[in-house]
T-cell receptor, first 111, second 117 residues
């Protein structure tokens, strides 16, 4: 069945450094890839998304890249800040609008 | 915009009780809503897809008679956990997809923490 793998499961970086989280999806028909940030006990919040007709998208300190051939997409956070600490989830979606979420990455930004 | 309200936020009840959770899209219409379950430190697991005016589509392994879903209007979906037991304790989150469809982000509610004693 459809599957999204996400790595790493935990990531610790020093404040100001960059963080990269990678996801791999199994269904080549996937065409929409959102990234969500979830703080403890709260709702997932969309931070950036990318569609299959685009290779890269950037929004201030956050960027996402997509390699359709390899079925990989990655989240890049530059100049990390303590408030970036949270759990990040990638997801892949296709015509049914159903999301398959990755397993999550717990990011800790050390001050 | 795109606010999803979920109630209640926290429920504690005795084993055998049925619990209803509401998910409302406040400022948009949603043909499709989704119900997820999340265990501590784990990912969101899709339970079912709720479509207005039709039966919900359940994921493999999710008991439809245990988790009753009703999507009676374009702004409201409900999840009822019937005869809840301690193993049903979890964080339940709904999301809604705007009526305009296409490749759009789902908008999530705040979640409901269910604790069955």
């Amino acid at each position: 069945g459809e599957n999204v793998e996400q790595h790493p499961s935990t990531l610790s970086v020093q404040e100001g450094d960059s963080a990269v989280i990678k996801c791999t999806y199994s269904d080549s028909a996937s065409n929409y890839f959102p990234w969500y940030k979830q703080e403890l006990g709260k709702r997932p919040q969309l931070i950036i998304d990318i569609r299959s007709n685009v290779g890269e998208k950037k929004d201030q300190r956050i960027a996402v890249t997509l390699n359709k051939t390899a079925k990989h997409f990655s989240l890049h956070i530059t100049e990390t800040q303590p408030e970036d600490s949270a759990v990040y989830f990638c997801a892949a979606s296709w015509g049914t609008y159903k999301y398959i979420f990755g397993t999550g990455t717990r990011l800790k930004v050390l001050a | 915009g795109a606010v999803v309200s979920q109630h209640p936020s926290w429920v504690i009840c005795k084993s055998g009780t049925s619990v209803k959770i509401e998910c409302r899209s406040l400022d948009f219409q949603a043909t499709t809503m989704f119900w997820y379950r999340q265990f501590p430190k784990q990912s969101l697991m899709l339970m079912a897809t709720s479509n207005e005016g039709s039966k919900a589509t359940y994921e493999q392994g999710v008991e439809k008679d245990k988790f009753l879903i009703n999507h009676a209007s374009l702004t409201l979906s409900t999840l009822t956990v019937t005869s809840a037991h301690p193993e049903d304790s979890s964080f339940y989150i709904c999301s809604a997809l705007p009526l305009t469809g296409g490749d759009q982000p789902q908008h999530f509610g705040d979640g409901t923490r269910l604790s069955i004693l």
